[in-house]
């Protein structure tokens, strides 16, 4: 999943970056491993395609990064969310419900169109 | 970012062990799910280093914004200083600027010609060097147009302008016009800005009068209204119809003037004396596609040599040559302009290297300010970057003067119309001019901020923030640094004063040498007699002998005479003959100034008889011509005495009888700039009329309170022509050497403002001196030193970098005179009196200047130092 060809899932991954920084300030590694559990193992990031895109974000001034020491005392570089990264998540989040519950609607749609009847 | 995915990549490993696989497998698995690496981590870095650009780059104009608000500010702060600082740097520049705007328009800007680079002019020159730059008489343009391959289209002119008599709306003036033969404005490739410029058909014999007007003339008696073209104008009595206007900036080789005319050569052509014998025509010649200025060289030469041998007797001893038009143009006027250039060069690098010692001290004074700033985090090549910024804001602003000072000196320059500058130099700063001051604006800020910016920084921090009272203490790099900049000033200065001072011995020489007349308390006034009215020699004799009659009766008038011409350095020359001589064949005939003065013209010169007679009632038309030769005329060709009463002949005409050597008088130097007497030989106006004649009043009192008088005795005699040129005498001759004037007085600014500059130089490095060591002296005072020996220590200090800089000034004074030697006359390239006082004048300022900082040291009070 998230091939980095795809343009859709490219914003995907980005949307669930803002989200797991929504909680917090988190390393790139954590933010994989709770997009991988959030999601019960069923989305796993593409690692390579991880970092480019929290660059990315970064030189676009949605998250930020600082050096921080992790619980077992290892240094790792935290992400946080900007002001304009949250304005971001808000929007993006609103965005892709409306469109995954269109996808949703098309494909649990129980009504033949009118060139099946 | 290698640490970023390394953290993850054994993050990874450490779950997967968890979960129960080998370290082994674990790093495998860990590395496979990263993928490609390599990869990752070039996008990356990508990534990251535009990221690092940007930045850079805000940083950068946010830290110049920085620079230059604080570099103003701390301009404004140090206001004497920053003022003094801009001044000698808009004289620093504005010389440049303004010299350059001279140079450029002379030397760089395009003639207004099309392809102004093929164009050649051809000269004759005699073997016995005693003419350079001869004019070339019909017969020879003709023979050289018809023998030539190597120019596409060739062109004669009458070499010179004329005065004629124009008769516009405000009654008679005095006009200047050119003569140009077919084919002038096509070769020139000069087309007319209004109407038709003069075609081939124009000069025909029996061709209808036409004149093409230039630009200023048309402005001026027309208004620059277009319906000009077509009107007919009476010049010396003949009408002509308008038939164009030039372009704006169109000058002529020979000069710029009012109206061009055509000129048929044929009736000259006709007249077998005026063919060959008169050497009155200028040429230019366009190259052909492909033809070299050297190849037309070589092939005029060569017809120019089959020529003389066709025409022995007109063309014995002479020879062509050719000349780009431009170089022909620019004449002597480029050795002063480059020497020029390269004074003002110096003065910019003196002003350089005295800023430079000024920023130093300033920036000892300011070496708190510094460590406080680098305490504070600045590096040391922000701090460098902080103080060549400060030095940029000066020199820009210098600049802005100077430009300011430039344009005001070239409109000044443009309002003394120097006869020396070619005609088509317009004296502007055009926007050439200004990049080319902005450049040296820019190099002028780094050179003398770099020094005093590199020397900061270097110091040790805490020392400078702990340790007050040595605040102001200069170290060795500093001392030596400030040491070399003043030996390099006055090396400069001296070298600048040299040349400055060489130029002025050969000016007094050429200006009081003793001319061989006397200048003072004459007027002169050209008169241009209107050839329809008087066209008889008698009519104009008996014009001149009642004028001079009605002018001798003015009051406070001593003598009054007529020359055809006053002394000048480009008089009107004949060929001489003298009975039984025959001319070596390979120098053929000599040619000798000549003038047609009347009777009383060596009483009103005051040129005093030698041997003879002068001219008197009895050489009248028809009677043997008389001649009055010069003393060294005398000399050359009758070295044995005898001159008196030779029968010689001056002119062209072969048929015409011998004239008489009726006397001998004084040399005159016809041209000032030169020391060395021409030959002259004299006609009696009476036997050769020209009808321009210049009048010559001696007169007891002031000649310019006559200039009036002699216009209403004119005008009664003839109230239909006018008078122009009333000038004295003496300012006329003044006028011939302003050209030799104008680069003596600038070099003069030149080593003054350098002497200004090095005298502060010298100031500022004996008052840090003294000031640095100013605790030391006062121990030294109270352990029992002299005051004199104190002053001795510090001039030995500072002494010895004067020294160097005057050792260092030797060696450039060779090579100013060297370069300058072409400009001199009668003065040895190294002659003792302008040399000597020039390091004299240097070693008096200096001294002055470094009084008052050594009288300070040896004041200096031991209990006030040693509280």
């Known amino acids: ?117 | 970012m290698d640490d970023e995915i390394e953290f993850h990549v054994e993050e990874r490993i450490r779950e997967y062990i968890a979960r129960g696989m080998s370290p082994a497998g674990a790093r495998a698995a860990a590395l496979e799910r990263l993928g490609d690496l390599g990869a990752v981590r070039s996008e990356c870095t990508q990534l990251l280093e535009e990221d690092r650009r940007a930045e850079a780059r805000r940083d950068w104009f946010d830290d110049l914004r920085q620079d230059l608000r604080f570099g103003v500010r701390s301009a404004m702060h140090a206001r004497v200083f920053s003022l003094l600082a801009i001044f000698t740097l808009a004289l620093g520049i504005g010389a440049n600027a303004a010299v350059f705007g001279v140079v450029k328009s002379v030397l760089l800007n395009a003639l207004p010609y099309t392809d102004a680079d093929r164009l050649v002019r051809v000269y004759a020159r005699m073997e016995d060097a005693s003419m350079e730059r001869s004019s070339i008489s019909a017969g020879v343009t003709v023979d050289l147009s018809e023998r030539q391959h190597v120019f596409a289209r060739i062109a004669p002119f009458f070499h010179g302008t004329l005065d004629v008599t124009y008769v516009g709306d405000a009654g008679p003036r005095i006009a200047s016009a050119a003569l140009v033969g077919p084919g002038f404005f096509q070769t020139l490739g000069v087309a007319a800005a209004r109407g038709r410029a003069l075609v081939d058909a124009d000069a025909k014999t029996g061709a209808p009068n036409v004149a093409l007007l230039s630009w200023p003339a048309w402005q001026r008696e027309f208004g620059g209204n277009a319906s000009a073209i077509g009107r007919s104008v009476r010049i010396d009595g003949d009408s002509y119809e308008i038939v164009g206007v030039l372009p704006r900036g169109f000058v002529g080789p020979m000069g710029a003037v009012d109206f061009w005319l055509p000129l048929d050569l044929g009736p000259a052509l006709r007249d077998p004396i005026r063919a060959r014998k008169q050497h009155w025509l200028g040429l230019i010649g366009r190259l052909t596609p492909g033809a070299t200025p050297l190849a037309a060289q070589r092939e005029v030469t060569r017809i120019g040599a089959d020529i003389a041998r066709d025409h022995p007797e007109s063309q014995g001893g002479m020879a062509l040559w050719t000349v780009p038009l431009r170089d022909d143009m620019v004449g002597d006027t480029r050795t002063p302009l480059l020497v020029l250039m390269a004074s003002a060069g110096l003065v910019l690098v003196i002003t350089c290297a005295n800023l430079a010692g000024a920023l130093l001290s300033r920036s000892l004074a300011r070496r708190k300010e510094f460590a406080v700033r680098v305490a504070l985090g600045a590096g040391r090549g922000r701090l460098v970057r902080q103080l060549l910024t400060e030095s940029m804001v000066l020199a820009l602003a210098g600049g802005a003067v100077g430009l300011g000072l430039a344009a005001l000196c070239l409109t000044s320059l443009r309002q003394l119309t120097i006869p020396s500058l070619p005609a088509y130099a317009d004296l502007s700063l055009d926007p050439g001019a200004v990049v080319f001051t902005s450049i040296v604006v820019l190099v002028t800020g780094l050179a003398f901020g770099l020094a005093p910016a590199l020397s900061v920084g270097r110091g040790n921090t805490q020392g400078v923030l702990r340790d007050e009272t040595r605040g102001t203490s200069e170290g060795r790099r500093t001392r030596r640094l400030r040491g070399v900049l003043v030996s390099g000033q006055i090396a400069l200065c001296v070298s600048l004063l040299a040349g400055a001072g060489l130029l002025v011995r050969s000016l007094w020489a050429m200006a009081t040498a003793p001319l061989g007349f006397d200048p003072d308390g004459v007027l002169t006034v050209s008169v241009q007699v209107p050839s329809h009215a008087y066209a008889s020699p008698e009519a104009r004799i008996r014009f001149f002998d009642q004028l001079e009659e009605r002018l001798r009766g003015l009051p406070g008038v001593q003598s009054v005479a007529t020359a055809g011409e006053l002394p000048s350095p480009t008089m009107n020359r004949n060929g001489l003959s003298i009975e039984g001589v025959t001319w070596p064949a390979g120098e053929g005939q000599p040619f000798i100034a000549y003038a047609s003065v009347s009777d009383d013209y060596f009483r009103a010169m005051r040129i005093p008889l030698r041997e003879g007679r002068t001219f008197g009632p009895q050489d009248k038309a028809g009677a043997t011509q008389a001649i009055v030769v010069s003393e060294g005329m005398a000399r050359r060709y009758w070295p044995r005495g005898g001159a008196v009463g030779a029968r010689i002949r001056v002119g062209p005409n072969e048929s015409f009888p011998w004239a008489q050597v009726i006397g001998v008088v004084g040399d005159v130097r016809n041209d000032p700039a030169r020391l060395q007497p021409d030959p002259m030989t004299y006609a009696s106006s009476r036997q050769d009329a020209w009808g321009s004649r210049t009048l010559l009043l001696r007169t007891s009192s002031d000649p310019l309170a006559l200039v009036k008088p002699v216009q209403r005795e004119l005008a009664a005699l003839d109230p239909s022509f006018a008078i122009h040129d009333a000038k004295t005498l003496r300012a006329l001759m003044s006028d011939r050497l302003a050209s030799r004037r104008l680069p003596v007085v600038l070099m003069i600014a030149f080593g003054g403002l350098a002497l200004m500059l090095a005298s502060a130089g010298v100031y500022a490095m004996f008052a840090s001196m003294a000031a640095a060591r100013e605790r030391e002296f006062g121990v030294r005072v109270a352990l029992g030193s002299s005051r004199a020996a104190i002053a001795g220590l510090v001039l030995r200090q500072g002494g010895v970098w004067m020294l160097v800089g005057l050792v260092a000034g030797a060696a450039g004074t060779v090579f100013v005179s060297r370069s300058i030697s072409e400009l001199l006359y009668a003065v040895r390239p190294f002659d003792p009196i302008a040399l000597g006082s020039a390091a004299a004048i240097l070693c008096l300022c200096a001294a002055a200047a470094l009084l008052v900082p050594v009288r300070r040291a040896t004041k200096a009070d031991p209990i006030a130092v040693l509280r």
Do not use: C
């Not at chain 1, 929504?22 to 999601?39: D, K, Q, R, V």
């Not at chain 1, 946080?80 to 995954?100: I, Y």
């Open chain 1, 1 to 117: 999943m998230f091939a980095k060809e795809s343009g859709l899932l490219q914003g995907t991954l980005e949307l669930l970056v803002l989200k797991t920084l929504s909680w917090g300030p988190m390393h790139g590694y954590g933010i994989a491993s709770w997009i991988e559990t959030a999601t019960d193992d069923v989305l796993r990031v593409e690692e390579g395609s991880l970092y480019p895109a929290l660059y990315r974000m970064t030189r676009k001034g949605w998250i930020g990064g600082k050096w921080g020491t992790t619980e077992n005392n290892r240094r790792a570089k935290y992400y946080h969310l900007t002001s304009e990264g949250r304005r971001q998540f808000v929007e993006q989040t609103s965005g892709w419900q409306r469109f995954a519950s269109a996808v949703n609607q098309a494909v649990a749609s129980t009504r033949a169109p009118s060139w099946a009847r």
